[in-house]
């Protein structure tokens, strides 16, 4: 399983842009996420080995405010690429500790357009599966 990005909430693009050893030339895109009240920042390594999703609230209806108030940055969630998000989903269902999340879709260009995600939370981490459609 690949590794598709790595998901880091902050209160800021430029606060997360002080402690990560990224540069803002490393921003590839923003996006509106209405569906959780967030603003995405899409950002490249400098190898373009690994995306960063700087996931930042826009208000206290956000899906990540109350991570941002207590963590104010902080590694949120690991994502992987998935062939089919229904399998990927199965995967944790039989397991002790592992309960199914939310699935949406979002439209991500620099991830190809739309794609589905679906979250797992399982034991302690918080797992995002990615399916381009």
Not at 18 to 31: D, F, M, R, S, W
Not at 90 to 107: A, D, M, R, T, V
Request: hydrophobic share 40%; aromatic share 12%.
């Amino acid at each position: 399983m690949l590794i598709h990005h790595l998901g880091i909430v902050a209160q800021s693009l430029d606060e997360a842009l002080n402690c990560l050893p990224l540069e803002k030339y490393a921003l590839v895109e923003e996006v509106y996420d209405d569906k959780q009240n967030n603003i995405l920042y899409f950002l490249k390594s400098e190898d373009s080995s690994v995306f960063f999703e700087i996931v930042v609230p826009i208000d206290d209806n956000s899906s990540v405010k109350q991570f941002s108030l207590k963590q104010k940055i902080g590694l949120h969630h690991l994502a992987f690429k998935s062939e089919s998000i229904t399998n990927s989903l199965k995967y944790h269902q039989e397991k002790k500790g592992n309960f199914q999340l939310k699935q949406y879709e979002i439209n991500v260009d620099v991830f190809g357009g739309k794609i589905k995600t679906g979250f797992v939370f399982a034991n302690g981490i918080l797992i995002e599966y990615v399916e381009n459609v």
